[in-house]
């Protein structure tokens, strides 16, 4: 595409009014592709019925689209470094929103399936150079304030589906959960094109390999259909769990390959290069170990509240909203807070507020009342609000700014390997201990506690770690 205008430096972000512009290109369109990710399962029963499918096949409707933006992030991010972030956005929206209209339209499980896997790659494209198009609107002193807004829409997007499929449904079918993008699509391609940033540098060393691609692929869906078979729903395993297991055996195996590969490179797909940067390492790991936490108690807390404490389906959603909403609340105030204390100091500070609240719910008196519950998860969620912006402000700018893509995509790839990972160990805890009874729930809490208190010593960490500038500096 034609420049008709020098590219805007790093540090100087865009000017007025094309930043402001930018961002809101960059935050609807981050919004519609995590709420797609909830958005169908309020709708999978009725789905199943009109186009006369199991309701096991019917969830390959929620998969498709998951497990295809899990295995291209990495990918999209490393070719964002190569041809251009805005592009790769531009792109992942136009087929996002060509697939939302065969969605729309579509007449069998199986062509509603690849139309999912359809959007689920354009969503792909558009998370993975999200934080990287963030990176180049603001200046670096503008940069922490709003990556933590983009915090706050992917916080309230990823919890908002349920909610808004629900509204959808209440006055229209299913496929207007799909039709809705279309003209969202449309507006952010109209203002994407005149308002995103090109990049200021490339990555000309970033090759594409088939195999490398391969690769990826191959291991993230080993991961993902692994877990999934082990995953809990209704107290129970859905999935056979040798079969599962056998999976993620086979994931480690390929990833153990993939990864002595990728050591190789110069500018490898899997940025392994990035984790060689001590703060940026501890960044991921602290965000991976925080993201394990949340997926443990999010799916423990239903079944406590549920089976444990005798609360109805209406009352324990409620209460558990109080986590997502101190995200929000608590977001915006940690993104005012970066630049004048440490990430490294931010994010323990969070993670210990966030510990110390799961450690409160797994030692709820035996008859709690609704506020007992309520203000202790507010404090987990709170804490998880206190750390993440701080956190994926370190991932962002830690990197030189040619592989800002390829920070972006380790964005993604963190919470949802976070995400597989407490799916795993609660498939594991509930194997051995009812989840309807309280001692199932609980293991899992203080498991999540322990995952929060790891995660809260790993970015602490960071205090010893060299300036941020100072890091990036030795990369570029």
């Known amino acids: 595409m034609t420049q008709t205008q020098p590219e805007p430096t790093v540090q100087d972000g865009l000017p007025q009014p094309q930043r402001t512009r930018s961002m809101i290109v960059i935050l609807l369109g981050i919004a519609v592709a995590v709420l797609d990710g909830t958005i169908v399962n309020l709708a999978l029963p009725g789905i199943?019925?009109?186009?006369?499918?199991?309701?096991?096949?019917?969830?390959?409707?929620?998969?498709?689209?998951?497990?295809?933006?899990?295995?291209?992030?990495?990918?999209?991010a490393a070719l964002g470094d190569k041809v251009g972030y805005r592009r790769v956005y531009l792109v992942g929206m136009t087929l996002f929103?060509?697939?939302?209209?065969v969605a729309t339209f579509s007449s069998s499980l199986t062509m509603l399936i690849v139309a999912r896997a359809l959007q689920g790659l354009g969503a792909a494209g558009i998370m993975s150079v999200n934080a990287a198009l963030v990176r180049l609107t603001y200046p670096a002193a503008e940069l922490g304030r709003n990556i933590a807004k983009n915090s706050v829409v992917v916080?309230?997007?990823?919890?908002?589906?349920?909610?808004?499929?629900?509204?959808?449904?209440s006055v229209a079918s299913w496929p207007w959960l799909f039709a809705l993008n279309v003209p969202l699509g449309l507006l952010v391609l109209a203002l994407g094109m005149k308002a995103l940033p090109h990049n200021v540098s490339k990555g000309s060393g970033v090759r594409f390999s088939a195999l490398d691609v391969g690769l990826n692929v191959l291991m993230f869906s080993l991961f993902f259909i692994g877990a999934d078979g082990l995953g809990v729903r209704d107290g129970a395993a859905h999935g056979t769990p040798v079969v599962a297991w056998g999976l993620l055996a086979a994931g480690v195996l390929v990833g153990v390959f993939?990864?002595?590969?990728?050591?190789?490179?110069?500018?490898?797909l899997f940025p392994v290069d990035l984790l060689r940067i001590p703060v940026f390492a501890l960044s991921m790991c602290t965000s991976v170990m925080a993201f394990c936490a949340q997926m443990l108690a999010y799916i423990a807390l239903p079944f406590l509240l549920l089976d444990v404490y005798g609360?109805?389906?209406?009352?324990?959603?409620?209460?558990?909203?109080?986590?997502?909403?101190?995200?929000?609340?608590?977001?915006?105030?940690?993104?005012?807070?970066?630049?004048?204390?440490?990430?490294?100091?931010?994010g323990g500070l969070g993670l210990g507020l966030m510990a110390s609240g799961l450690v409160a719910l797994a030692l709820l008196p035996q008859d709690p009342s609704n506020i007992d519950i309520a203000w202790r998860m507010a404090l987990c969620g709170a804490g998880f609000g206190l750390f993440q912006s701080p956190n994926n402000h370190t991932i962002v700018s830690?990197?030189?700014?040619?592989?800002?893509?390829?920070?972006?995509?380790?964005?993604?790839?963190?919470?949802?390997?976070?995400?597989t990972l407490g799916a795993v160990v609660l498939a594991i805890v509930f194997g051995i201990w009812s989840p309807h009874a309280a001692t199932g729930p609980a293991i899992a809490l203080w498991l999540a506690a322990a995952c929060a208190s790891c995660a809260a010593v790993f970015s602490t960490l960071r205090l010893r770690q060299a300036p941020l500038g100072a890091a990036t500096a030795t990369h570029t």
């Not at 929103?97 to 209209?101: D, H, M, N, P, R």
């Not at 916080?155 to 449904?169: E, K, N, Q, Y």
């Not at 993939?258 to 490898?268: E, L, V």
Request: glycine residues 8%.
């Open 398 to 419: 830690s990197p030189p700014a040619h592989r800002a893509g390829a920070a972006s995509g380790m964005l993604g790839t963190a919470r949802l390997t976070g995400q």
């Open 155 to 169: 916080a309230a997007s990823s919890v908002a589906g349920p909610s808004v499929a629900a509204a959808i449904l």
């Open 97 to 101: 929103t060509v697939s939302s209209v």
């Open 258 to 268: 993939y990864m002595q590969r990728q050591r190789r490179q110069a500018m490898p």
């Open 311 to 346: 609360r109805t389906h209406v009352q324990a959603g409620l209460l558990i909203t109080a986590w997502p909403l101190a995200i929000v609340v608590m977001a915006p105030l940690a993104g005012r807070l970066i630049g004048r204390y440490p990430d490294g100091a931010l």
């Open 48 to 76: 199943a019925q009109e186009l006369k499918a199991s309701p096991s096949a019917a969830i390959w409707v929620v998969n498709a689209y998951q497990i295809a933006t899990l295995v291209m992030l990495l990918p999209l």
